[in-house]
Each structure stands twice: as C-alpha cells, then as structure tokens.
T-cell receptor, first 114, second 116 residues
Framework: DAGITQSPRHKVTETGTPVTLRCHQTENHRYMYWYRQDPGHGLRLIHYSYGVKDTDKGEVSDGYSVSRSKTEDFLLTLESATSSQTSVYFC?????????????FGPGTRLTVL | GESVGLHLPTLSVQEGDNSIINCAYSNSASDYFIWYKQESGKGPQFIIDIRSNMDKRQGQRVTVLLNKTVKHLSLQIAATQPGDSAVYFCAENIDRSGGSNYKLTFGKGTLLTVNP
C-alpha cells in the first residue's frame, strides 16, 4: 500500500458523535486525499491537501473537515457523524498533482454510524 | 459533462484467456488516465496509466489502449489468472487551466471473475 497506513481500520459509532480518521504516509509525498467509496457511486473526493496546512474541498465535503499539520499525517474529522456517512474511507497520496502523477491508496477504514 | 463509465459491470473469463475491460469517458479535455484493481476488502491498487499523447502502453501482462476519437479506454489482461479476480476501474484527470487540477474522476468498476 505504498507506505500508507490508516487508523482505525474499522469503527462503529453512534449518530452525533465526533469521529477522526487518520492517514499516515512514509513516502514524503506532497499531496494527500480523502475519498469515500459507496456502492453505486465509486470513489468520491472529500478533501485533499497540497501541502502542510494547505487543504481544499472535494465534491462531497459537507459534514467533513481535515487538517494537515505534518507532511506525513492527514486527518479527516466528522464533527457529528450521521448515518449517511457510513462508508469505506480511503486515503491516497501522490508526489505531484493528479494530472502528472498517479495516486496510491491506503487500505481503507470501514466506518459504520448507527 | 464529466463522466467515466464502464460498458460491462461484470466479466467472467476462463483461466488463461485474455480479458478486456472497457471504459468510456465524455470529456475531450481529459489528459491522464489510470487503471486500478481493487480486491475485496482492500484499497485500490495502481495497475497502469496513460497520457493523452499516447495510444497504447504496455506493462507486465497488461496493456492499456486509448482511443481519443471515440473517447474510449480499455485494459487488456493477457493470460488471465485467478489472482486477477477483482474489481477494475478507470480514472481520468481533466486538464484544467488555472491550477485546480486536483481531481480524478473514477468509474464505478467492472467485476472480473476468473474461472479455473
């Protein structure tokens, strides 16, 4: 998985609780991404980062926030989890932007919101 | 609009046969394409990529063909093996002037099943 770890790998939580997912990379890549994967939708970008403290929204960013205080870590936070956020979350990294470099994915986090 | 899709949601082949997985895209501005393989319970794994200035690119047992005239992308797997069973999906990047080129658009995937 290209030196990418995600934690936790599985989580069950209740509606309304905050949840933070962590992505850690050992590749020193500049770009990091958070995606969610749902049946019938494919991978959809939530947020991405193009450097330390530099982040921007993706296509499904509502209800999510991110932070990147170090090159190696990219955190995804659900401030108040909802059942619609039940999904599998993938982190990805790339050395350069997606028009010049491929993205490599982590193993995923399966999140269930009851 | 932007769309990346697959012609066949499932594909079943015999071990040893060649497999062809197709992908259609609608945006002529797409300039970079990637094929990923995803096994059950795992993250997507990079297989091969191709840029719009190329028509064909080969890897180990895999070939990607790009037909810009009809906006079609295909992945060919030679001598398919049981370990090739997975979901395969394509992704495209659209060259956006102005610097906001972060986004890959992913197809929904084709399930390849290899029968022994």
């Amino acid at each position: 998985d290209a030196g990418i770890t995600q934690s936790p790998r599985h989580k069950v939580t209740e509606t309304g609780t905050p949840v933070t997912l962590r992505c850690h990379q050992t590749e020193n890549h500049r770009y990091m991404y958070w995606y969610r994967q749902d049946p019938g939708h494919g991978l959809r970008l939530i947020h991405y980062s193009y450097g330390v403290k530099d982040t921007d929204k993706g296509e499904v960013s509502d209800g999510y926030s991110v932070s990147r205080s170090k090159t190696e870590d990219f955190l995804l936070t659900l401030e108040s989890a909802t059942s619609s956020q039940t999904s599998v979350y993938f982190c990805a990294i790339s050395r350069e932007g997606p028009s010049t470099d491929t993205q490599y994915f982590g193993p995923g986090t399966r999140l269930t919101v009851l | 609009g932007e769309s990346v899709g697959l012609h066949l949601p499932t594909l079943s082949v015999q071990e040893g046969d060649n497999s062809i997985i197709n992908c259609a895209y609608s945006n002529s501005a797409s300039d970079y394409f990637i094929w990923y393989k995803q096994e059950s319970g795992k993250g997507p794994q990079f297989i091969i990529d191709i840029r719009s200035n190329m028509d064909k690119r080969q890897g180990q047992r895999v070939t990607v063909l790009l037909n810009k005239t009809v906006k079609h992308l295909s992945l060919q797997i030679a001598a398919t093996q049981p370990g090739d069973s997975a979901v395969y999906f394509c992704a495209e990047n659209i060259d956006r002037s102005g610097g906001s080129n972060y986004k890959l658009t992913f197809g929904k995937g084709t399930l390849l099943t290899v029968n022994p």
